[in-house]
């Protein structure tokens, strides 16, 4: 019985499985993007108090630079049992000329990775509980690149 | 610019470690050590100003008034600063602004931690509105993950090795022997830190800072308490800087998930938020690059260490590695960075750690810092970072 896939957190993506992307702001003064606008604690001084309507990321970017955690991290992060290295992108959008944190998508290889590569938005697992599996924004490598 | 210099006429330190003690008797013990340093009597502190720490509970929240306690409650003014990492030069600034607004003549400044074993953790709870805490949820960003990400890019970009990163942690640990508040005081070889088990990648254990037990103080005045007090010559704070970033701050930074957005109507900012911390630092000073003897700056990884020398404008980017390898930072060379022997030799122990980076410097404009003394040093820059966007540098001269 397979269980629910459910976001781990609401409204930071949309759920579309073949094509997900990050649910971000833009300002309509600034032209500036925003993202996470839950917590998003900056603004454009430029334009103080616009109004930012919502819009969806770029899904592809290329990759800034990566890290794979070797040990795992205190709460409340989730780590399976036994602990599994993981990897965490920071990728450059090219529209929104801003860097995006996501993990690696699961399953990709870290030693393939290369900066300047593209990589695009995908859902991945996080953890789960007995019901639910909780879903995730993960950077996935384009299949095109080698 | 003298009419904003003040003196530091006491430095003191507890000894950096894993004590496991309440963080309050570090604070004392680093206090009376500078009050004995200075030659002033508890009794005769005008100003309490104290760095906090949010590992310990309420009475880290309110660290300075803690501390006025714990030394017998005065009728001091007090002050309390959080700031992260950059809370003791916050603390620092607070004590400053006092003395020059004229408010008090002579200050204690202090931090002390007591931390717990392993990664530095949010606070605990379902915080799902807080950064902070949804950084280690939804991604596993630890701390190192931050600086794995800087190193990795430092490779890319100007083509560093791992065997640069290990040199740092070689020259760190060899300065820290001599430093009887180091934690830890072994040398260490490049082997020794490629071998180290890998944290986040490129970064392993020896390139990463531990996290400590310790605590240091200064005590400050006004240049007119100094002369009256026998310390016409003390060590001067020229510069403090306490900047927060300029938008669009476009490198990733703790605890944040993305970057400042620079598309759009932007007003680009002439320095990236690190320069920009040192810029404003000689800008107050008066004083440049150039003009430094010494420099402790934040090695919260070896790599970071490098990132600094640029950020600090000891050479252009991408030229760090060649300043490291030549020996311009080691004991002996032109400028010799973290002479104290960083946290690498110390580890971090939060809101002590920008004081004992003024300590540091303090006893080498000195002369007094024994077997890892700057040869003749006159002017020295610290230079940390706070998460949350604070800036953190202090240049002091004699």
Avoid at chain 1, 75 to 82: F, G, H, M, R, S
Avoid at chain 2, 184 to 205: F, R
């Amino acid at each position: 019985m397979s269980k629910t896939r459910v976001p781990a957190v609401e409204n930071w993506f949309t759920t579309d499985e073949s094509a997900p992307a990050l649910l971000g702001t833009r300002g309509v003064e600034s032209g500036s993007y925003f993202w996470p606008t839950a917590v998003a604690v900056s603004g454009n001084p430029d334009a103080p108090g616009e109004e930012r309507l919502p819009v969806e990321l770029s899904r592809t970017g290329t990759l800034w630079s990566w890290t794979t955690n070797h040990y795992a991290p205190p709460e409340p992060y989730v780590a399976p049992d036994p602990f599994l290295p993981y990897t965490v992108c920071a990728v450059e959008l090219g529209r929104e000329q801003m860097v995006v944190l996501g993990q690696l998508a699961t399953g990709a290889d870290p030693a393939r990775l290369e900066v300047g590569m593209e990589m695009e938005l995908v859902l991945g697992p996080l953890y789960e509980d007995d019901e639910h599996e909780y879903v995730v924004w993960q950077w996935a490598p384009l299949r095109s690149t080698p | 610019m003298s009419g904003h210099d003040i003196a530091i006429i006491g430095a003191g330190m507890h000894p950096w470690g894993k004590w496991g003690r309440n963080f309050v008797e570090y604070g004392v013990v680093a206090a009376e050590a500078a009050l004995a340093d200075a030659g002033v009597a508890w009794s005769d502190i005008q100003f309490v100003s104290g760095a906090d720490t949010m590992r310990n509970g309420y009475p880290g929240y309110v660290a300075g008034a803690t501390f006025a306690q714990a030394l017998g409650w005065n009728g001091a003014q007090v002050a309390s600063s959080y700031a992260a990492c950059a809370s003791g030069v916050t603390a620092l600034a607070t004590a400053r602004a006092q003395i020059l607004a004229g408010f008090c003549d002579v200050a204690l400044v202090v931090g002390a931690d007591t931390t717990p074993k392993g990664f530095l953790a949010p606070n605990k709870g379902e915080r799902g509105d807080d950064p902070d805490w949804l950084r280690f949820r939804l991604l596993g960003a630890t701390n190192p993950t931050f600086f794995g990400l800087y190193a990795r890019r430092r490779m890319e970009l100007f083509g560093a090795t791992r065997d640069d990163f290990a040199r740092v942690k070689v020259k760190n640990a060899r300065h820290g022997l001599a430093n009887p508040y180091a934690r830890y005081k072994k040398e260490v070889s490049v082997d020794d830190v490629l071998d180290a088990p890998i944290v986040s990648d490129p970064l392993g254990l020896l390139d990463i800072c531990a996290t400590s037990d310790g605590a240091a103080a200064l005590v400050v005045s006004s240049l007119e308490y100094a002369r009256s007090h026998g310390s016409a010559d003390a060590v001067r704070v020229r510069g403090i800087s306490t900047v927060t970033p300029s938008y669009p701050q476009t490198t990733i930074e703790l605890p944040n998930f993305a970057t400042d957005s620079a598309a759009g109507t932007v007003s680009k900012p002439r320095h990236g938020f690190k320069e920009s911390i040192a810029v404003r630092a000689y800008e107050e000073a008066g004083l440049g690059p150039d003009d430094l003897d010494c420099a402790e700056v934040y090695d919260l990884s070896t790599a970071m260490e490098l990132d600094w020398y640029e950020q600090i404008g000891l050479c252009a980017p991408g030229e760090a590695e060649k300043l490291l390898r030549d020996g311009t930072t080691t004991l002996g060379g032109r400028v010799p960075v973290n002479p104290s022997g960083g946290l690498a030799c110390f580890g971090e122990a939060v809101p002590a750690q920008a004081i004992a980076q003024v300590c540091e410097l303090t006893w080498q404009l000195r002369g007094g810092a024994g077997g890892r003394q700057v040869e003749g040093a006159r002017v020295g820059l610290s230079i940390n970072q706070g998460l949350f966007g604070h800036g953190s540098a202090v240049i002091v001269s004699r």
